[in-house]
Structures are given as structure tokens and as C-alpha cells.
């Protein structure tokens, strides 16, 4: 029996499986053909890992750490997957997509993926479901074979796989796969794997690693030992539907999380009270009216932004504060769960508020005593959300509301910002990078008709204008301070936008080949704009995000999405596709050699 089929038979029951539509709001995928000692990941190096005792030597700036490789062929949409890779039969597909969760311990990183992000974010938040194929990559949807194998899985997840888990030794270079730890230490324990959605989150502290994702049911987690590396365990948390992020603030470890599917129930803030031996345990520190997306600490509080429910109108995007740390008992209890108080959202920004209701918030820093985050906005998400609610009976959402509903990610950061004047709205917030005027559709205007007129934000940007003047940079995806800087990358859609209708292009500018890829910017001192330090993915254009980054004392490390799961061949001059772990030296950071040495896509700006 192929191992798709076995797949399918090893998930969880068929009644279960019928809640896939859940996965509306929760980006991922995988599916794998075949198993080596690394899981599916290119060699980077001939020789072999460096032995105890050793350091890597220094290596070109920046540096690929690991890659996904091939791990399914393709024959078609809709047929059977032959036997491979090698690929006799089709060619090489790369489902791994997304470094989507990391974190570091030590000389250790400690990261899983996310596969064919591109294909279930276009099917759960946009209703593409009509198989796709180009050069770059395919979305089989409901004509997968895992679908066909199992008729109760939606169109939507036909193109999930389970995710990887990987453990990286920075100092002596040597990666390792935890998944088989995983898979070789029970059923259960393999099932759960074999059921999450991917590896979304990662945290460490006193020694346990904590990786988890969303599941078909609630939301999984995995333990390890981080100096040992043995497999400590997993479990389900059935109550929560999503985990993005964790935090240690004052020698205490914490999670955000969403209640119930796509935050239906609103959000939470999870102290980790376990050990190695009852890696499991937590005590509900924070109540929320959103699913929590980003978390950090900041000047004694913990800080965190959450993201709307698709399901749930005028949810809108807000930035939170906690009740200080220190008062009482050392940490947040129980008894703060209800302190949180509300810094920000975005209806203090965007003036329409149909668009205003897709926004998500992205990235989260302390910095300079400022609290930094970005905006999200998934390309045509708020054009969709305009159609459904003025133009029902179109078949498009007409070019007008194509190009007024398009937004850019913006940048903003909140000074003087206690929980006292938070509740009464009058912490300091400045618009760093964005638009002092949006256009905002007038329902009642023209007899009716409706019309769009451009209308203040209220703000007027202090360095900049939004996607810092790129305007297919839709993601601040994330923040991280190293080395007294604060940097920032994004997701830029620009490659995937060469082919975008006209509207798009004229109101973000046209998709050329000099700005493929994601973009990593820094600010070295708050009172300066942020410069450039590399605006092409860093070394691969087909590198559309900075998904994750974390840093030791010396560098960064970068877990970038890269969805191009047809882009496999390593002898043509298009780079690959898969997720890349790339180390930044922060002296070469420091440099901001942005977009230097990196090879240009061929065939212009519509390159393929």
C-alpha cells in the first residue's frame, strides 16, 4: 500500500476529519513519499558535521543552513504520485514550504514547517479551490490524492501534509530530524504528529523545548529535552485552536493562543508551569476578546497583538498589555487573567472598516522603550470582504474596489505606554511607515450608488510611506532585537503579483524583478528610519517571507517561507523552492548590503 493511502488510514476517524473546514483561518500543509536520516532536507556541505569541541568556520554572508528537498513526485493534477524521489516518473515536488516555527536554546534551534502554505491560504481565506499549475508551483485541492483517498477531507486541505521537526547545532553545524523521535515513540504520539497541521509554534526554557501546531482538534504539542534531544512526549490541548508564538519574560515561560477554532472563542495567555518530567502543565494567565498572535515582553508587562475570526464580525486586530509582573506574585497568575488592557487597534487607523475587519498584526518588539508591530494583509482578502458585502451579485468585485481595497503593511510603535492611561486611549502611538489617507467606501454616497473617497488615517508617517515604499510588502511577519538594532522582516508578494490584474499594478506599482523577494530591514536607533539590509529573500528571490528569526549574540537566523513546490531543479537558473535556515552574521546585518551578489530572475520582470 503507497504511503499516501497509509496517510490518510493513520489520521484521525472519518468524523473527525470532517472538521477540516476549520482550517479556514490557519495557513500549512505535507505529504512524504520517502524517509532518510534528515527527513527531507538538501546536504549544504561535503564534508561531514564538525565533532564535539569544534566551531564552524566563517561562511559567505548569508548563509544557508539547511533547505527542504524533494519529497514527492508529480505526475499531474489529479494522478497518482509515482514512486520517488528520485523521480522516474514526473518530477520532484517540494511540499515543506514554511519554517513556521522556531526558537533557540543555547547553541540549539529547534524549528518545524509548514507545507503548501501558498495553496491552503488561497483556498481557506481566498475560496480558490480550482486546481493550479504553473512553472512555480501546484495546487491540487480537491483533486489531490490524499482527497481522493479520503472523500471527507475538504477541497481546501487536499494539499496538507504532516509537518517536519528538526533540531540545528550552531556550533557544530549538524541537523538533526526529531520527527522519526516523534514517529518511533508511540502510536498516539505518531498520530498526533500525523494530525497537526504544522509545527506553528516553538519555545524554550529550563531545559524543554515545546513545539505545537493546530490540529484537526484542538491544538498539539511536543516535548523534548534540550540537552539530551530525547523525545519528552506530546499532547493535545482540545480547548485551543491555534498557537503562534511564545514568550519567556522574567524566568517564565509563555504561549498565546486562540479559543476554539479560528479564535471563535477569543484568545488566551498560557503560563508554562511544567518540567522535563510533566512537560505539560499550565496555568490561563490572559483573557482576550481575539485569538493572540505575537507576544513579547516589554518594560515589565508582557505585550501581545491578536488577529480578528473569520466568523466572527467586527473582531477587529488590537495591541494588549498585561498587568505588570512584578506586582504580587513574580509573574502573571490566575489573577491577572482579566487585567489586560487594549494599547491599540486598527479602527484607530484604517478608515474603511469592511477592510479594517481583514487586517491581521504582525511582529512585535520592544525596542528603545517603544513597542513596535506591523500589519498583514493577505493579497485580495479585503477586496473579497468588500464584494460580499456591497457587490454579493458579482461574479468579480469590480476594478474600482480592486484597487481602493488593496493595502500595504504598515509599521507602528507605542511610547509611554502603561496600562492605566492604555484603558482611556492615550498611549503615544506613532505611525512609522504608512499612509496619512486611505481610500474608505461611502455606501450612501451618490444617491446610494456608493462611492470611495480617500479619508484620513489620523496619522502622518514619520519616516515613511507603507511597506517601507515597497508597496507588495503585505507582511510584517517578524521582529527581533540583536545587537542594540531592531530588525524587521517582511513578506513581499511581488513575485507572485507579476501575473496580478491590472487594477493591482496600478495601485501598488508594478511587480519588478529588482524587488522579488522578502525584505529584511533595521532600525539602529529609534529617532532614525530603518535601513535596508537585504530586499531579495536573502540569496533566493523565490524566498517570499521571513516566516521566523531569532539571534545569538553574533547573528541571526532566519526561517524563510518559500511555497514554490515545483521549483526543484538544481541545473537551470531559477533558484529552489522550500523552506531555507539562514544565518545572518550581524556584522554583515550591520552592513545593509541590501539586494548585493544575488542572482536576478531571468526573462525580466515576468520571469517564471
Not at 55 to 68: D, F, H, Q, V, Y
Not at 502 to 511: F, I, P, S
Request: net charge positive; with cysteine.
Amino acid at each position: 500500500m503507497d504511503r499516501t493511502r497509509l496517510l490518510t488510514r493513520s489520521l484521525l476517524p472519518a468524523a473527525i476529519l470532517a472538521t477540516m473546514p476549520l482550517l479556514a483561518a490557519v495557513p500549512t500543509a505535507h505529504n512524504r513519499s520517502r524517509t532518510d536520516a534528515l527527513g527531507h532536507t538538501l546536504a549544504l556541505a561535503d564534508q561531514p558535521p564538525l565533532t564535539d569541541g569544534s566551531t564552524a568556520p566563517a561562511s559567505p554572508e548569508p548563509e544557508l543552513l539547511a533547505k527542504a528537498a524533494p519529497d514527492e513526485c508529480f505526475a499531474g493534477i489529479g494522478k497518482p504520485y509515482p514512486p520517488g524521489p528520485p523521480c522516474r516518473v514526473g518530477v520532484p515536488k517540494v511540499n515543506q514550504a514554511y519554517v513556521w516555527g522556531l526558537t533557540r536554546s543555547g547553541d540549539k534551534l529547534w524549528f518545524g514547517t509548514a507545507p503548501n502554505v501558498h495553496c491552503l491560504t488561497a483556498g481557506t481565506g481566498l475560496k480558490q479551490t480550482k486546481p493550479v499549475e504553473t512553472d512555480d508551483f501546484v495546487c491540487e485541492y480537491g483533486e489531490s490524492q490524499l482527497r481522493k483517498f479520503n472523500p471527507l477531507l475538504p477541497a481546501v486541505g487536499g494539499d496538507w501534509r504532516p509537518p517536519d521537526v528538526y533540531r540545528y547545532d550552531t556550533r557544530t553545524r549538524q541537523l538533526t530530524d526529531k520527527r522519526s523521535d516523534i514517529g518511533n515513540a508511540s502510536a498516539l504520539d505518531r498520530l498526533r504528529l500525523n494530525s497537526t497541521v504544522g509545527i506553528r509554534a516553538a519555545g524554550s526554557h529550563r531545559g524543554v523545548v515545546l513545539l505545537g501546531g493546530p490540529a484537526l482538534v484542538g491544538i498539539n504539542l511536543f516535548a523534548f529535552d534540550d540537552e539530551s534531544g530525547r523525545f519528552l512526549g506530546s499532547t493535545t490541548l482540545a480547548r485551543y485552536g491555534n498557537i503562534r508564538n511564545f514568550v519567556v519574560a522574567d524566568d517564565a515561560l509563555y504561549a498565546g493562543v486562540g479559543v476554539g477554532p479560528d479564535g471563535l472563542g477569543g484568545g488566551a495567555v498560557l503560563r508554562w508551569t511544567g518540567t522535563r518530567s510533566d512537560p505539560f502543565r499550565f496555568k490561563v494567565v490572559g483573557n482576550l476578546p481575539g485569538q493572540v498572535s505575537d507576544i513579547t515582553a516589554h518594560e515589565g508587562r508582557i505585550a501581545l497583538i491578536t488577529w480578528p475570526s473569520a466568523s466572527v464580525r467586527g473582531r477587529v486586530p488590537g495591541v494588549w498589555l498585561s498587568p505588570r509582573l512584578a506586582d504580587g506574585e513574580s509573574g502573571l497568575t490566575p489573577a491577572d487573567a482579566k487585567g489586560w488592557s487594549q494599547v491599540w487597534n486598527v479602527t484607530r487607523y484604517e478608515p474603511d472598516p469592511v477592510v479594517a475587519g481583514t487586517y491581521a498584526l504582525g511582529g512585535l518588539a520592544s525596542y528603545g522603550g517603544y513597542l513596535y508591530w506591523g500589519t498583514m494583509h493577505v493579497p485580495m482578502k479585503s477586496t473579497q470582504a468588500h464584494k460580499k458585502r456591497y457587490e454579493p451579485e458579482r461574479k468579480q468585485a469590480s476594478p474600482v474596489a480592486v484597487r481602493n481595497t488593496q493595502r500595504t503593511a504598515s509599521i507602528f510603535r507605542a511610547g509611554n505606554v502603561d496600562s492605566a492611561c492604555a484603558c482611556k486611549g492615550k498611549a503615544s502611538v506613532e505611525l512609522l511607515y504608512g499612509e496619512s489617507k486611505l481610500p474608505a467606501f461611502d455606501p450612501k454616497a451618490n444617491g446610494g450608488a456608493g462611492g470611495w473617497r480617500l479619508t484620513p488615517t489620523g496619522y502622518t508617517p514619520k519616516f515613511g510611506a507603507a511597506g517601507f515604499g515597497n508597496g507588495y510588502n503585505n507582511y510584517i511577519w517578524k521582529m527581533v532585537v540583536a545587537g542594540g538594532s531592531l530588525y524587521i522582516g517582511t513578506m513581499d508578494w511581488s513575485y507572485l503579483a507579476r501575473t496580478s490584474r491590472g487594477e493591482v499594478k496600478a495601485t501598488l506599482g508594478a511587480a519588478g524583478a529588482s524587488s522579488y523577494g522578502a525584505d529584511l530591514w533595521a532600525f539602529d536607533n529609534p529617532n532614525r528610519p530603518a535601513k535596508p539590509v537585504d530586499t531579495t529573500g536573502l540569496g533566493n528571490y523565490l524566498n517570499y517571507g521571513i516566516r521566523t528569526m531569532v539571534a545569538d549574540d553574533s547573528a541571526l537566523y532566519l526561517g524563510m517561507a518559500n511555497p514554490m513546490n515545483l521549483r526543484t531543479d538544481r541545473e537551470d537558473d531559477v533558484p529552489e523552492g522550500g523552506w531555507e535556515l539562514i544565518r545572518l552574521s550581524l556584522a554583515a546585518a550591520n552592513r545593509s548590503a541590501a539586494g548585493t551578489g544575488r542572482p536576478a530572475p531571468p526573462g525580466g520582470a515576468c520571469g517564471k
